[in-house]
């Protein structure tokens, strides 16, 4: 796989010179800055690395730089003889474009024999301008951004070349590329230096300006005059002043990064952590994240000079936020642009466009007749608990119950998790997560479930031994697809089984226990930290169905009838905020059990993972229920950074992108393998052959794939659960990487490891993943 990492190396100082356009002096700055390391550093090694050239031979600026400093090493990768754009020239050469993975890899292929054959320094210069386009057509500040170099940025000293400066080091900034150091000529008509040591100054960026080269004479004398002019400027304190903040800069990354964790273990306290096993040996330091991979801290072995960050998929997608990848540039432009437009502003009696349009865009894509209100919060837990609000006090007010009732209880499913703020922690039985939280209470009624899993080959709906007296035996299915198939499932003689037992079950808890329900709240599908569990759809389908016809169950004062979009019989949640936006391969998870919400909470995805921002959707029968002349009677729910303008902006920009994927069909070919004529198109990144070859493994009890998410069920004699350990071993030879150039960082579950891709992942890259995490199970 075609995994590149950042570059960093202990020995070998290394730099990307960016220009602020083109013409600005990049090849000369370079050439002076490498002649004044072969006069500081005589016995370090230099080299000049040039990516991409174009125009005649003789004048590449590798030559120039070859023959203007003596005793280095100048290369080039990719030569065109026309003298124009990369994404032109390549177009016209009759030499194939490299492809951007290739020249990322030719690049850290050469970066990594010069380190080596360190101690030294490398630099590596751009063409043209930060956004002039590589060979493939993609800007240069995108192209090269998962080397994330440090950048030395040669500025503009002509007329304009203020704002071009800026604007250069803006978009390198925004994209999280590190500016060590900015040099530029002294330009006594337009005095740019003077302006622009002063503004980098203020952002912590040593500027400094250096005498501009001699200018061409006809009088042949030129490279007698350049080589006079490196000279002298080699001597300079400007140059000595630049290699000093270079090295410094350089070896200040390089101890902080090794301190990180060490110093983190003494002031941080972790989530989900029991902190009698963590210490500085256990915490990932994390450099940088790009596409699916963190950029982590890594101790070369011994007596090697070894790359210091090593790349980490992202196993556990970030908690389950990345959808779109790290440090992915349109979401960091739309968070920028939202930023400097809004910043925030407060929410309540107003509005603003990002949050308007992003609603509309939401309650239009779920394809939902019922929803038709959004109201915002700041992640998934607060979201639900908005979502229980609306919903117990919608029940409360059909009901004629006396609205500060404490009796009020959910439906739900056993190990359902909805957050750790107070009141979501009560949606879910009492668990690991909450059962020693002081004030969780747990307010409801958890049915079990039958669950889906692959197991030697066949998908199988399993029944719990409990239920097997009332629901049968285990069955067998072709395909997942089948099993998806719930229109087709309905005449099976287990749909009835199911509605009955539900039935019989909420009948017993109303009529004869005398419990008061106020909302049924679901995950749709799967049951994320509960364990990866994927419940039967028919199941699902029938409760919610059951739920909402047995209105003499849960509204027996109610005489008017419904409409088409009125909530019956309780008020249905779905909790989306881990399986909603494409996470399991659709925009909303409901559309798999065929069932519309009166309630939905979608989080995570909605901003691909860059900032917090919750939406919960609700229908107009539950908005309704808080329309009064009474203040008290609103959703009195908010916080400082309701609808955040950034957050706002980013979630639109994100769907956007989501959307535009599935109508250019990017997914199809991921679809492909798993399209069948048993049911609906039901399909994963993760392969057909790699699940099956899993569910064969003796390690392991069923493996699901569906949309992004893998995950496997390992045997543990000692039992299941949360607390089972069984995964530790395997999660520790997936982040050792068996010497590869990459490992893997993942989560567990108990005895549930689970991996997830983003929704740009590669099927190259995927399919690598797969060969990888098959060895390790062994």
Partial sequence: ???????????????????????????????????????????????????????????????????????????????????????????????????????????????????????????????????????????????????????????????????????????????????????LFANDKYKNHEYLVEYFSKKNVTALSIPAPPEWRPDGGDRQRMA???????????????????????????????????????????????????????????????????????????????????????GSASWWTQGLGHGNPELSLAASYAAGRFGHVMFAGAVHEPALTLAESLLANMRNSRLSRVFYSDNGSTGIEVAVKMALRASAVRNGWDTSVKDLEVIGLKGSYHGDTIGAMDCSEPSVYNKKVTWHSGRGYWFEYPTVQMANGTWTVEIPEALQPELGSSSQYASVNEIFNLSGRQSEPLAHRYRTYIKNVITKLVKDDKRKFGALILEPVVLGAGGMILVDPLFQKLLVDVVRESRDIFEPGRSHAPTNTDWTGLPVIFDEVFTGLYRLGRFSSASFIGAEPDISVHAKLLTGGLIPLCATLASESIFESFLSPEKSDALLHGHSYTAHAVGCTVAEASINSMLTMERNQVWDDFKAQWQDSTGPEIWSMWSRPFVEKLSHDPAVTGVIGLGSVLGITLKDSAGSGYTSSISQDLQSRLVQGKGREWNIHSRSLGNVIYLMSSLTSTKQNIREIEEFVGRAIR
């Fill in 228 to 314: 006079e002019y490196y000279n002298k400027l080699s001597e300079s304190a400007a140059m000595e002043q630049a290699l000093s903040v270079l090295k410094t800069k350089h070896d200040s990354r390089i101890d902080n990064l090794a301190s990180m964790a060490s110093r983190a273990s003494n002031v941080i306290w972790y989530p989900f952590s029991q902190h009698t096993s963590v210490s500085a040996s256990t915490i990932t330091t994390i450099d940088s994240a790009y596409g699916d991979h963190f950029q982590t801290l890594t101790t070369p072995p011994e007596n090697s000079q070894g790359p210091l960050l090593n790349s980490t998929f992202d």
């Fill in 1 to 183: 796989m075609a995994v590149i990492r950042s570059v960093l190396w202990k020995n070998l100082n290394c730099y990307h010179v960016y220009g602020a356009n083109t013409n600005v002096g990049k090849t000369i700055v370079s050439t002076a800055i490498c002649r004044s390391l072969r006069r500081k550093f005589p016995d370090s090694k230099i080299w000049y690395l040039k990516p991409v050239s174009t125009g005649p031979l003789v004048e590449a600026d590798d030559r120039h730089v070859g023959n203007f400093v003596t005793g280095i090493q100048a290369d080039c990768l990719y030569q065109f003889n026309e003298p124009v754009s990369p994404h032109i020239a390549a177009k016209d050469s009759i030499d194939n474009a490299p492809l951007d993975s290739e020249l990322l890899e030719s690049i850290y292929s050469k970066l990594s024999q010069y380190a080596d054959d360190a101690p030294g320094w490398a630099l590596v210069e751009t063409a043209g301008g930060v956004h002039s386009p590589g060979p493939s057509g993609t800007s240069q500040a995108d192209l090269f951004r998962p080397l994330r170099l440090p950048t030395i940025l040669v500025g503009d000293s002509n007329l304009g070349g203020i704002s071009s400066s800026i604007s250069a080091f803006e978009s390198l900034h925004v994209r999280g590329y590190d500016t060590s150091l900015v040099l």
